[in-house]
């Protein structure tokens, strides 16, 4: 079977693995979506069943999630009070190309949906990051806010004050994941402010909204396609550069709370075409179930000309003193984390 669920995250519940993603089309405009998002559910993660369109997008050309919109990278994530399953993903609204950076938000009763859109949003509207410095604060007006892309050489990425233009619509959400740990609560970690900084934001506690808590991290660094997890306390981050569907040397970071001080831990590709990220680009980080500390990486390998064609990369993820290690194999199986 083909799976066709890329830009995804998988949800382990009650003992099932669900693989959510989007569904692409043939050719160059199957990168919009025409479709929805894919369910496939697994128990051993060899075997996988077609659960179809958890969430399709509307026939109706006024909708948020109208057919020809952009809908990329959905996360469901499980919340045991509202006993709902909450979708988030990046959501560019039909025709304005990526200028909407906004986020999706979908909830359903039963894990393989259907699931009903709610609302499109930027994030965190109004609301001023727990490390705001004063000057975000000034208003500023005409072309002082122009664009991170044309900042000129060795200008600090906070003299744009793209978090403070944006402080009114909401910050930007592009590539983005979620979280959820130990204790429960959920976050959104977002590519913002022109792709220069990542957003780390906790959600309320129903997961339906942002709860006003949030930081900017690797700030002027721009990164992509943000995947993280945690292992023995310590939370770990991978995120690619911004060169759209072409492949680039992913960044890896660790700390020792989602909220930082994250601490960069270079490129974790270590063999051959490790600057391509082995020809992918960074999607999730499967906790494998029984396993302790056993996560698989997952990466899109895009097929930009024909969508549906991309292909994914799964690799163990390993750890050499602190760092997060990713080494290329040609076959592999779960027995690899037995050793
Ligand atoms: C990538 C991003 C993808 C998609 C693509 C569009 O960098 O990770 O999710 O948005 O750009 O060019």
Not at 87 to 101: C, Q, R, T, V
Not at 119 to 147: C, L, N, S, Y
Not at 319 to 330: A, P
Request: charged share 25%; proline share 6%.
């Amino acid at each position: 079977m083909h799976i066709n669920a890329h830009g995804g995250g998988i949800l382990l519940h009650r003992g099932t693995y669900y693989w959510f993603g989007e569904h692409k089309t043939e050719g160059r405009g199957g990168n919009q979506a025409h479709v929805g998002v894919h369910c496939y559910s697994s128990k051993d993660l060899y075997n996988w069943k077609d659960e179809g369109i958890a969430l399709k997008v509307s026939d109706d050309p006024e909708s948020m999630i109208a057919d020809g919109c952009i809908l990329e990278r959905p996360k469901v994530i499980y919340n045991p009070k509202t006993r709902k399953f909450v979708m988030w993903f990046h959501l560019e609204p039909k025709g304005k190309g990526y200028s909407g950076a906004m986020v999706g938000i979908a909830q359903a009763s039963k894990v393989t949906g259907p699931f009903t859109f709610i609302r499109a949003t930027r994030a965190t509207p109004q609301m001023w990051p727990v490390d705001v410095k004063p000057f975000h604060k000034i208003p500023k007006e005409g072309e002082i806010w122009k664009d991170r892309a044309n900042l000129s050489a060795g200008e600090h990425p906070d003299s744009v004050n793209t978090l403070g233009r944006d402080f009114l619509p909401g910050q930007h959400s592009r590539d983005m994941t979620l979280f959820v740990d130990d204790d429960g609560k959920a976050y959104h970690i977002c590519s913002s402010e022109s792709n220069s900084v990542i957003h780390i934001a906790e959600l309320t506690d129903d997961f339906l909204d942002f709860s006003g808590k949030y930081v900017r991290a690797f700030v002027g660094d721009r990164m992509e396609a943000p995947a993280v997890f945690k292992k023995d306390g310590l939370y770990y981050f991978m995120g690619s550069e911004c060169t759209g569907w072409r492949p680039n040397p992913a960044h890896a970071a660790v700390a020792p709370s989602i909220w930082g001080p994250w601490t960069q831990t270079g490129n974790p590709c270590v063999d051959a075409d490790s600057e391509t990220t082995y020809h992918s680009q960074s999607t999730f980080f499967l906790p494998v179930a029984g396993k302790e500390g056993a996560f698989i990486y997952m990466g899109d390998r895009w097929r930009p000309e024909n969508a549906i064609d991309g292909r994914y990369i799964w690799l163990p993820v390993e750890f050499e003193e602190g760092r997060l290690i990713l080494r290329w194999r040609d076959e592999w199986d779960l027995s690899v984390f037995d050793k």
